[in-house]
């Protein structure tokens, strides 16, 4: 059982990135994915999730314009396209996996698997 995730890089504000996260030996249509984020110092920071049947919940109302959750159940994976990058967008991102729960969660303890996280960087 395994997620991968990647897609991360550096770019300049106001610049794009679509993270991926592939999944392996399971598959992610009978679970809810996560996207998490750990900037230097912080702690993890739930960002957007999806359920099983697709509703998207994003953390804050800045990450809801900015940021699109999506999954693609015949591919295995989950996306995160992140647009309007800002500084504050730097961060190791994660994507994670649970199925116990009613709907996704925003709160990581919540999930059973998690990718080895992506490094987005966004300079100003």
């Known amino acids: 059982v395994q997620l991968q995730a990647s897609g991360g890089g550096l770019v300049q504000a106001g610049g794009s990135l679509r993270l991926s996260c592939a999944a392996s030996g399971f598959t992610l249509d009978y679970f809810h994915m996560g996207w998490f984020r750990q900037a230097p110092g912080k702690e993890v920071e739930g960002v957007a999730c999806?359920?099983?049947?697709?509703?998207?919940?994003y953390n804050t109302s800045s990450m809801k314009g900015r940021f699109t959750i999506d999954r693609d159940n015949a591919k295995n994976t989950v996306n995160l396209q992140m647009n309007i990058l800002e500084p504050e967008d730097t961060a190791v991102y994660y994507c994670?996996?649970?199925?116990?729960?009613?709907?996704?969660?925003?709160?990581?303890?919540?999930?059973?698997?998690w990718g080895q996280g992506t490094q987005v960087t966004v300079s100003s």
């Open positions: 994670a996996a649970e199925r116990h729960s009613e709907n996704c969660s925003l709160n990581g303890i919540s999930y059973e698997y």
């Open positions: 999806i359920s099983k049947s697709g509703g998207r919940t």
